[in-house]
């Protein structure tokens, strides 16, 4: 019944990489899948977002955060915080 809160994320892909953050239950996210993000294509550019003292993006109560990465790596970072 607690919800996540993400504070801060970076995202460092490669060129080609497709990425977005969704949520749902289940293996990998797969029952109820709800995008956060729609999908984001950087051109090898890198995305910060937030600093770690406010709420970048909300999950509902009892939801797994998922992260689906596509085409190419794109590693990164994610600050946040349950409750």
């Known amino acids: 019944g607690k919800s996540i809160y993400v504070t801060a994320f970076g995202i460092h892909p490669a060129a080609t990489a497709v990425v977005a953050f969704t949520y749902g239950t289940g293996t990998n996210c797969a029952v109820g899948t709800t995008l956060l993000t729609g999908s984001m294509g950087f ?16 999950l509902p109560p009892g939801q797994d955060l998922c992260i689906i990465i596509s085409t190419a790596v794109a590693p990164g970072w994610l600050a946040y915080a349950i409750f």
């Open 43 to 58: 051109n090898g550019q890198p995305m910060t977002s937030g600093s770690g003292y406010g709420t970048v993006l909300f």
